[in-house]
């Protein structure tokens, strides 16, 4: 079997730069330029600052997790590694896309694998409006702020404020307020991925609001307008009994 163009990249703790100097002695190591699949050595935050930095090439990512989350990656293990790759199921996710306002004047953009989300930045309570398809559905939700997840994201950020766990396929996208206090009884919403989600920021100069791409934080926000990027897609590649399909179901049972 013809091994692939394979191009290794590692988080920068030890083991995981030992596991890719194994890998590549045994493999090779492919010019990323050439490359026909990246290998990803390290943990989920490796593996969404490797999804970032590489979202444009539209090469598969096969992670192998060395590190304490591996929510993203398979199992490491050196041998076999063409015929997983070969085995391998792919996931194709979209990023939500973030265009933001801030009270400046400046406008800024970023995208998100997991969510968007926006944060009181004071002792005080922030003031949201909510619209989706720019029809108002919350006129002043009090929290600590809000974020927008998707089902890839569903797990992390989300799923720690209480927001519900989306399998993959469901075309569905998270909003979860964070420490609501008004509306009392309101604990969020499943909107269809086609929504448009606009969070407005009232009484800004008091009640000053960031909002963050996964890693990517713009502060003193006044609006917010996120979607899903159909444009930009991202491939995922998992061993066939370790799905990420499977985990996401099986996340709900914990």
Known sequence: MAIPRVHFIASQVK???????AMQKRYGQCDLDDAEVIVALGGDGFMLRTLHRLIHRRLPIFGMKIGNVGFL??????DDLVDRLTA?????????????QTESGTHAK??????ISLLRETNQAAHIRILVNDSVKVEKLVC????LSTAAGSTAYNSSVRGPILPLGTDALAL????????????GAILPCSARVTFEVLD?????????????EVRNVTRVDAFEDKKTELILLFDPDHSLEDRILNEQFL
């Open 15 to 21: 083991p995981a730069g030992d596991a890719a100097a």
């Open 73 to 78: 990656m398979n199992r490491y293990g050196e």
């Open 88 to 100: 391998a199921r792919q996931v194709n996710l979209n990023p939500l896309r973030m265009e933001v």
């Open 110 to 115: 970023a995208l998100a694998i997991n969510e």
């Open 144 to 147: 600590d702020g809000i974020l």
């Open 176 to 187: 979860t307020p964070i420490s609501p206090f008004r509306p009392r009884r309101w604990t």
């Open 204 to 216: 800004p100069y008091k009640r000053s609001v960031s909002a963050t791409a996964d890693a990517h």
